[in-house]
T-cell receptor, first 111, second 114 residues
Framework: DAGITQSPRHKVTETGTPVTLRCHQT?????MYWYRQDPGHGLRLIHY???????DKGEVSDGYSVSRSKTEDFLLTLESATSSQTSVYFC??????????FGQGTRLTVV | DQQVKQNSPSLSVQEGRISILNCDYT??????FLWYKKYPAEGPTFLIS?????DKNEDGRFTVFLNKSAKHLSLHIVPSQPGDSAVYFC?????????????FGKGTKLSVKP
């Protein structure tokens, strides 16, 4: 299995609070991604990174920001969490634009 | 506007029979296609892929077929086993200028009954 660690694995937070999810890789892969998975929507790309400090928006980026200050870490921040951001969040990594390897996921509940 | 469509939310097959999962795409720039398998409470795992220069790729019990003119691909699992029960996601990429951006379908839940 690719070395990807997501933290925390589970989190419950209140509406309006900031939340940061962390993705850590030990593979030195160039690309890192954040996806969310929701019933009826499959996997949707939030943001991705193609290098240190190089990031871009995905399909559902509103309300989210990311940072990548080191190759191994990719942080996803919800500045002010809303109930619509209750979801399962997956981090993924890839060395090329081909297959990506996914982490175990973070289940976030916003109450 | 969905660029990758998996129109069957679920599929049930008998153990030992063939499972066929379908996927359609609309973006003619897509040139690389992948299938992922996902068990509950786990991340998706890569299963098999195919480049647009091929029409078939086989790996053990798994075969992916690509019909570019119809913008359609399918995943065949033969023979199906109970351990294959999972959600299967089709994904596509336009490698030129895509920066590694995979577009996923909504998934098909496969149930293989003993």
């Amino acid at each position: 299995d690719a070395g990807i660690t997501q933290s925390p694995r589970h989190k419950v937070t209140e509406t309006g609070t900031p939340v940061t999810l962390r993705c850590h890789q030990t593979e030195n892969h160039r690309y890192m991604y954040w996806y969310r998975q929701d019933p009826g929507h499959g996997l949707r790309l939030i943001h991705y990174s193609y290098g240190v400090k190089d990031t871009d928006k995905g399909e559902v980026s509103d309300g989210y920001s990311v940072s990548r200050s080191k190759t191994e870490d990719f942080l996803l921040t919800l500045e002010s969490a809303t109930s619509s951001q209750t979801s399962v969040y997956f981090c993924a990594i890839s060395e090329t634009e081909l297959e990506a390897f996914f982490g175990q996921g973070t289940r976030l509940t916003v109450v | 506007d969905q660029q990758v469509k998996q129109n069957s939310p679920s599929l049930s097959v008998q153990e030992g029979r063939i499972s066929i999962l379908n996927c359609d795409y609309t973006n003619s720039m897509f040139d690389y296609f992948l299938w992922y398998k996902k068990y509950p409470a786990e991340g998706p795992t890569f299963l098999i892929s195919i480049s647009s220069i091929k029409d078939k790729n086989e790996d053990g019990r798994f075969t992916v077929f690509l019909n570019k003119s119809a913008k359609h691909l399918s995943l065949h699992i033969v023979p199906s086993q109970p351990g294959d029960s999972a959600v299967y996601f089709c994904a596509a990429s336009a490698r030129e200028g895509s920066q590694g951006n995979l577009i996923f379908g909504k998934g098909t839940k496969l149930s293989v009954k003993p």
